[in-house]
């Protein structure tokens, strides 16, 4: 089965401090997502990889920066965390091929700022 | 643009018995790919049922299936027997072409009653 992981489930920070969220998976799949997930919003993807150091802005990427320096890791960066960054971040990986490849999603992070 | 609307934000459903739960989507693309996701409590996101725009037949995942109707742009869940297990939050979501972008409805929580 494949794995995805992420580092924490829950995580709390203060205003303005920089925040890593990590994410690995263990299927040598090539494309790699960052999602926040809010009540009555259902999920937005906030960057997304096709490819080690590959990286593309999804629909909400203001405030957030993503690093995949090794295929297996991605990692999501709040630089100057807010409080309106308080969410639920979930990763997702899958192979390329389109739908006919599904995504795979880690536990979550429950993420909030103070 | 795709686009994807659930407009149950709750349902419920008694044990043994049949849910349905509504998605519409809009999409210019012609190469489509449809999903329905479950998130149980314990928040892991899985996929329950995938559809292919390109097949007439609905897709069926034992007491899941889709009422697929290309035209009407509609794609409903129905959840035959429903089971406690089966109380969650879902999401149903779009993907076009190769592109590996899923854009997500709002979701449906699901509640199962005795």
């Known amino acids: 089965d494949v794995k995805v992981t992420q580092s924490s489930r829950y995580l709390v920070k203060r205003t303005g401090e920089k925040v890593f969220l990590e994410c690995v998976q263990d299927m040598d799949h090539e494309n790699m997502f960052w999602y926040r997930q809010d009540p009555g919003l259902g999920l937005r993807l906030i960057y997304f990889?096709?490819?080690?150091?590959?990286?593309e802005k999804g629909d909400i990427p203001e405030g957030y920066s993503v690093s995949r320096e090794k295929k297996e890791r991605f990692s999501l960066i709040l630089e100057s965390a807010s409080t309106n960054q308080t969410s639920m971040y979930l990763c997702?990986?899958?192979?390329?091929?389109?739908?006919?490849?599904?995504?795979?999603f880690g536990d979550g992070t429950r993420l909030s700022i103070l | 643009a795709q686009t994807v609307t659930q407009s149950q934000p709750e349902m419920s459903v008694q044990e043994a018995e049949t849910v349905t739960l509504s998605c519409t989507y809009d999409t210019s693309e012609s190469d489509y790919y449809l999903f329905w996701y479950k998130q149980p409590p314990s928040r892991q996101m899985i996929l329950v049922i995938r559809q292919e725009a390109y097949k007439q037949q609905n897709a069926t995942e034992n007491r899941f299936s889709v009422n697929f109707q290309k035209a009407a742009k509609s794609f409903s869940l129905k959840i035959s027997d429903s089971q406690l297990g089966d109380a969650a939050m879902y999401f149903c979501a779009s993907l076009t072409g190769t592109a590996s972008k899923l854009t997500f409805g709002t979701g449906t929580r699901l509640q199962v009653t005795l």
């Open positions: 997702a990986s899958k192979k390329t091929g389109g739908g006919n490849q599904p995504q795979h």
């Open positions: 990889s096709y490819d080690v150091k590959m990286k």
